[in-house]
C-alpha cells in the first residue's frame, strides 16, 4: 500500500511538472517580435559603426534607417539618449526628444498590413545606438523600397541645418535629397572650416576622412568603401573667412581635399558651393577651375550668386538660412543636379 502511494504521487508530481511546462513554454506566434541592427532588411544611410553586432551608433547628423514592417505596433530601442525624428508610411516627421530604452512609435495602433518606417539623428550633436526593433507578435521585417543612388553632403553648420526648425531635416542637403528622391549623407558640423591649417580651426580636409565629428578627436578613419555616392557635393569656407585664413592657403586646402576625395571616388560627380554669403568665392573657383585645366572634368563649380537675399527672412542672423532660405536653395540644387545629371542623380 506504502508503495502504491509514493507511485502516484510521483505521477501526480511529473504530471504536475509537465503541466506547468506546458503552461510556462513560449508559443510561436505569442511573444513580441525581436529584429536585431544586423538585420538585412534595414538599410543604413550616414557614418554608422556597426562593430557591435548588437548595437550600431550613428555619427555625424542627418543619419537614418529605413526599413517596412508588417503588425500595428512599433517599437525602438536605443542604448543611449537621443534626438530622434520618426516617419511613419511617408506621413510628417515626428520629432522624438531626448529618448532612449524602449521607445514606443505607435501609441496609437496602426492599419493591419505592411507599414514604412524612418528613422534620423536630427541634430549633429547626436548619436543614436540602435540595439533593434521590437514588433507585434508574428508580424515581420520587411525590405524597403529605396533609392540606389546616394549624395553626400558636405559643409559647416549652414549644411547642418543649425538654427533651423528640424536641425538636419530643414537644411538644403536633407531637403535636396528629398526633392530628388535620392537616399543622402550629411557630413556637417557646426564651426569647422575646409582647411585643417586656418588659425584655431578644425577643417573638414582631415575630419571628412574620419568615422566621427570634431567631439570626437580620437576618432577612426572611416572606411569609404562602405559607400560610394553617385555626387559628392561640398559648401565651406565661411568659417575660414571669420578665422583669417588667407585665400591662396584656402585654394591649395580645396585642391588637397578634392584631390583626396577623387582618391576614393574616382568616378563621381563632385559640385563646388559659392558660400551663400560670398566669402572665399575667388579661391573656390579657382580650385574648380584649376582641377578642370589638369584633367578633372567631373568637379563642377556652382554660382549660388541670387539664391538667397542678404538681409531678408532668407536668413536667420546674416548668415545661417532660415527654413525658407534652405527649402530655396534646395529647390535651386536639386534642379540643378538633376538637370545636369539626368537619369543619374
Known amino acids: 500500500m506504502i508503495v502504491l502511494v509514493i507511485v502516484v504521487l510521483i ?34 544611410y550616414g557614418r554608422w559603426d556597426t562593430s557591435n553586432l548588437k548595437e550600431f551608433v550613428s555619427y555625424w547628423g542627418g543619419a537614418y534607417f529605413k526599413t517596412a514592417f508588417s503588425g500595428q505596433h512599433i517599437r525602438l530601442r536605443l542604448a543611449e539618449k537621443a534626438e530622434l525624428f520618426i516617419s511613419i508610411d511617408g506621413g510628417a516627421d515626428i520629432s522624438y526628444h531626448g529618448v532612449n530604452g524602449l521607445v514606443n512609435l505607435t501609441p496609437r495602433p496602426l492599419a493591419a498590413g505592411k507599414h514604412t518606417l524612418r528613422v534620423a539623428s536630427g ?42 526648425r528640424l536641425n538636419a531635416l530643414s537644411s538644403y542637403a536633407w531637403l535636396t535629397g528629398e526633392k530628388l528622391g535620392v537616399e543622402h549623407v550629411q557630413i556637417a558640423t557646426s564651426g569647422i572650416c575646409l582647411s585643417s591649417t586656418a588659425p584655431s580651426c578644425t577643417g573638414m580636409d582631415t575630419q571628412f576622412f574620419k568615422m566621427q565629428t570634431i567631439q570626437y578627436p580620437d576618432s577612426p578613419l572611416w572606411d569609404s568603401k562602405r559607400y ?9 569656407g565661411t568659417n575660414d573667412y571669420n578665422h583669417g585664413q588667407s585665400a591662396p592657403a584656402f585654394e591649395l586646402s580645396y585642391l588637397g581635399f578634392i584631390q583626396n576625395l577623387r582618391q576614393r ?24 577651375y584649376m582641377l578642370n585645366a589638369s584633367g578633372d572634368h567631373n568637379v563642377f563649380y556652382v554660382d549660388t550668386t541670387g539664391w538667397l537675399t542678404p538681409g531678408s527672412s532668407d536668413f536667420t542672423d546674416g548668415i545661417h538660412p532660415s527654413d525658407s532660405g534652405q527649402n530655396k536653395v534646395a529647390g535651386y540644387l536639386a534642379e540643378l543636379l538633376q538637370h545636369r545629371h539626368a537619369g543619374e542623380v
Open 265 to 288: 571616388y574616382p568616378n563621381t560627380a563632385i559640385y563646388v558651393m559659392r558660400t551663400f554669403s560670398g566669402y572665399m568665392e575667388l579661391p573656390t573657383r579657382a580650385a574648380v
Open 228 to 236: 560610394t555616392p553617385d555626387a559628392v557635393v561640398i559648401n565651406l
Open 11 to 44: 505521477v501526480a508530481i511529473i504530471y504536475t511538472l509537465y503541466a506547468w511546462q506546458r503552461q510556462h513554454q513560449p508559443v510561436p506566434g505569442i511573444l513580441p517580435k525581436k529584429i536585431p541592427p544586423i538585420s538585412a532588411d534595414i538599410k543604413y
Open 123 to 164: 541634430s549633429e550633436w547626436t548619436s543614436m545606438h540602435f540595439q533593434g526593433l521590437v514588433l507585434d507578435p508574428g508580424a515581420s521585417i520587411i525590405m524597403p523600397t529605396t533609392s540606389s543612388d546616394v549624395i553626400e553632403f558636405v559643409g559647416d553648420s549652414i549644411t547642418a541645418g543649425y538654427s533651423d
